[in-house]
C-alpha cells in the first residue's frame, strides 16, 4: 500500500469571509481587489493554484484563494513606495525586511477583517508553512518582529490601532 500525503489543514478561504469588508481594506490602501472565476488561473500568483496574484495596484484572487494569501499579497503592496508599487507583476520583494514587513502588516490588518483576527491568521500561516526562526509566525511576531515594526513605522505603514 502506498504511503498517502498528509492532510492539508483547512486555512480560511477568501468564501469564508464578508468579500466586501476585504475590498474595503484594499481600498484603503489604494489596491483593487479583483476577483477571478473559479478554477481560472490567477493572474500575477507567485506560487500558482489558489495563491493570490499581485499586478500594479491590484490583487487578484478567487473564491478558493487562503485569506492568508490574500493579505500576504495586498502588504507586499503596501510597503513598497507607491513608484515601485506601479512595476509589480507577480514578484513583489527584493529584500527580507520587505517581506518580514509584509508577514507583519499581514497580521495585523486581519483583526480588520470579520470572522478573521490575528490569532487565526497566525494559524493559517503555520498550516501552509511559513517558516520562523522561532518555530510559529505567533512566536515570531510577538518575540522576533522589532525589525519588521520599525520598518513599518519607518515607511508610515503601520495601522494607528496597532
Not at 479583483?34 to 481560472?40: R, S, T
Not at 508599487?85 to 520583494?93: E, G, I, N, S, Y
Not at 508553512?129 to 520599525?150: C, I
Request: overall charge negative; hydrophobic content about 45%.
Amino acid at each position: 500500500m502506498a504511503a498517502s500525503e498528509p492532510p492539508v489543514p483547512e486555512v480560511l478561504r477568501l468564501a469564508d469571509i464578508d468579500l466586501e469588508a476585504a475590498r474595503a481594506l484594499l481600498a484603503e490602501y489604494g489596491l483593487e481587489l479583483v476577483e477571478v472565476e473559479p478554477g481560472a488561473p490567477i493572474p500575477g500568483s507567485y506560487w500558482g493554484d489558489d495563491e493570490a496574484g499581485v499586478i500594479g495596484h491590484r490583487v487578484y484572487a478567487r473564491a478558493d484563494t487562503p485569506v492568508h494569501s490574500l493579505l500576504h499579497e495586498a502588504c507586499h503592496l503596501i510597503v513598497l513606495p507607491p513608484e515601485r508599487r506601479a512595476l509589480v507583476h507577480t514578484d513583489a520583494t527584493d529584500s527580507v525586511i520587505e517581506e518580514d514587513a509584509t508577514c507583519y502588516l499581514q497580521i495585523l490588518l486581519a483583526d480588520r477583517l470579520p470572522g478573521v483576527g490575528r490569532a487565526r491568521l497566525m494559524q493559517d500561516m503555520d498550516a501552509w508553512g511559513y517558516t520562523f526562526r522561532l518555530g510559529s509566525a505567533q512566536a515570531w511576531f510577538e518575540h522576533d518582529a522589532e525589525d519588521a515594526r520599525a520598518f513599518l513605522v519607518e515607511r508610515g505603514r503601520l495601522p494607528a490601532q496597532a
